[in-house]
C-alpha cells in the first residue's frame, strides 16, 4: 500500500515539474527566430550591460573577449598594425561609441543593432550603428561603423 502511494506521489510529481514552462526554453526558442526582439532577453541583457561598461571604461581586454573575431570598425581596408581601439581612439570615436551602445537596440535581421532608428530605415540611417549577434551561442559585438559609402550595402541586412 505504501510502496503504491509513493509510486503516485512521484508520477504526480514528475508530471507537474515537467508542465512548467522554464524562461530558458522561451528564450532559447526566441534566439532561433530571425528578427525576433531580443532586447528583453536575460542573457542579451547581461551582454549589453558588460558591452557599456567595456565601452564606458574602455576596457579592451573585457572589449576583445565581447567582440567577433571578424569584427567591422571600418569599411575600407585598415593599415598594417591598426586596431578598433587605435582607429576609436584617433577617430575620437569613444563617445560615439558609449552613445550608441548604451540606448536601446532593436532586430535586424540576425542582428540586434542600435540605435533603433537604424533598424527602422537601414538604408538611410546617415549616423553610427553598433551590431550584435549570437555566434556559437554567445553574443558577441559585431560591428560598429559610419554610414556605408555610396554604392555600399549597409551592414546588418
Same mark, same amino acid.
Given at each position: 500500500?505504501? +510502496?503504491?502511494? +509513493?509510486?503516485?506521489?512521484?508520477?504526480?510529481? %514528475? %508530471?507537474?515539474?515537467?508542465?512548467?514552462?522554464s524562461?530558458?526554453?522561451?528564450? $532559447?526558442?526566441?534566439?532561433?527566430?530571425? *528578427?525576433?526582439?531580443?532586447?528583453?532577453?536575460?542573457?542579451f541583457q /547581461? @551582454? /549589453?550591460?558588460?558591452?557599456? %561598461?567595456? #565601452?564606458?571604461?574602455?576596457?579592451?581586454? =573585457?572589449?576583445?573577449? +565581447? =567582440?567577433?573575431? $571578424?569584427f567591422g570598425?571600418?569599411?575600407d581596408?585598415?593599415?598594417?598594425?591598426?586596431t578598433a @581601439?587605435? &582607429?576609436?581612439?584617433?577617430?575620437?570615436?569613444w563617445?560615439?561609441? &558609449?552613445? %550608441? #551602445?548604451?540606448?536601446? @537596440?532593436a !532586430?535586424? *535581421?540576425?542582428? =540586434? #543593432?542600435?540605435? !533603433?532608428a537604424?533598424?527602422a530605415?537601414?538604408?538611410? &540611417?546617415? *549616423? &553610427?550603428?553598433?551590431?550584435?549577434r549570437?555566434i556559437? *551561442?554567445?553574443w558577441? @559585438? /559585431?560591428?560598429? #561603423?559610419?554610414?556605408?559609402? /555610396?554604392?555600399e550595402q549597409a551592414?546588418?541586412q
Open positions: 500500500m505504501h +510502496l503504491r502511494l +509513493l509510486t503516485v506521489a512521484a508520477a504526480a510529481g %514528475i %508530471i507537474a515539474f515537467t508542465a512548467c514552462s524562461p530558458y526554453k522561451k528564450s $532559447d526558442q526566441a534566439r532561433k527566430e530571425k *528578427g525576433k526582439d531580443l532586447s528583453g532577453d536575460p542573457s /547581461a @551582454f /549589453a550591460g558588460r558591452l557599456r %561598461i567595456a #565601452v564606458r571604461k574602455r576596457d579592451f581586454e =573585457m572589449l576583445n573577449s +565581447l =567582440m567577433a573575431a $571578424d570598425y571600418r569599411w581596408t585598415a593599415p598594417p598594425g591598426e @581601439f587605435s &582607429y576609436w581612439t584617433e577617430q575620437n570615436l563617445p560615439e561609441l &558609449y552613445e %550608441i #551602445v548604451r540606448g536601446e @537596440f !532586430p535586424n *535581421g540576425e542582428y =540586434m #543593432v542600435a540605435p !533603433p537604424f533598424a530605415n537601414p538604408d538611410s &540611417y546617415p *549616423g &553610427y550603428r553598433a551590431g550584435t549570437m556559437n *551561442g554567445a558577441r @559585438f /559585431a560591428y560598429f #561603423v559610419p554610414a556605408p559609402p /555610396a554604392g551592414l546588418g
